[in-house]
Every structure is written in C-alpha cells, then in structure tokens.
C-alpha cells in the first residue's frame, strides 16, 4: 500500500507497517478506500462484523468494505475519476464477501469524497487514512457467502433515513 509522512508520499510499505501506532503517531498516513453497498429495493445498507482475527478493529460491525489500493495492479493506480479506487474496491468486493465483480461494476460506483481520519484500535494497532468513500448499489446481497467475515447484516433503512437503527436481519 501506499504511504505519505504529513504531505510528502514516500512510496510502498508493508500492511502492517501502516498500521501500526507507533509509525501513525509519526506521521504516516497510508491510501485506502470505503465501500458502502446499498440494495436498490429497499435503500439497506450492508454491514460488516470484521473477522476475530483483523489486526484493526477484530469483531466489530462496519461498512460493507474497506481495504487499499495495491501496487501490483497497475490499473488500481490510476487516479483519474477516482478509477483506481473503484477496480479495488470491487475487487475487494470479491475477495471479502464473494460478490462477483460482474455484480458491482466500477461505472456503477458513486464517488462520494475523500477523508482523512486517524483512529486507534488496541494501541499498538490503528487506522491513519487518507480515503474516499464510494457508493454502489447491488441488486441481491441476501446470500453472500462470507469469506473473510465474521457475519454480514443490512440493518440501516433506506438512505432517507440513514443514522437511525431499523430492523435487520444479520447472520
């Protein structure tokens, strides 16, 4: 992944490396993206329990996913409309929760805005991002067979609503 000290990028670094707090507490600030999948019939957000084993954040409900650009894909790299982050994000799709990427197609992704957050974890592990927010909505998320999760759940109502907890169904 990529990584920066204050504005400078400084280039590739190991995972880890970016997520460690005693490198956040000097400066380093690595890329990464958030997807939020919606379903079209009813505006529900899919959310995610992180697996037990992450070592940010173990168990707890987030996003539908969050992940970083990699290096080895020269086409993750590109910048221009965002697409980069778009191709990883459903490639990411993919790999964590199973969706097909014919299912979440990269012109169908919203760019919402990029963040800049920093958020600690259990001391020696956080979150120090630069990263935008992409929007998608996929038709079926009722069966997704979960790879790299602990359990997925659509527990927001639609959009119109969004910050107030409705009912959900989690598995």
Known sequence: MYAQVHTLWIGLIEAWTGHLMENIRKGLLHRAFSAFIFRPSDGKLLLQQRASEKITFPDM??????????????E????????G?????????????????E?????????????????PSDGMWGEHEGAPRCLERVR?????????????CSRLHPLSDRGRDGDGECE
């Open 61 to 74: 409900w987030t996003n539908t996913c969050c992940s970083h650009p990699l290096d080895d894909f020269e």
């Open 76 to 83: 993750e790299k590109v910048e221009r409309d965002q697409l």
């Open 85 to 101: 982050v778009r191709i990883a994000a459903s490639r990411k799709l993919e790999h964590e929760l199973g969706i097909p990427r």
């Open 103 to 119: 299912q979440t197609p990269i012109d169908q992704f919203q760019y919402l805005t990029r963040i800049h957050y920093l958020a």
């Open 140 to 152: 079926l998320f009722a069966c997704i067979p979960r790879l790299n999760v602990r359990a997925v």
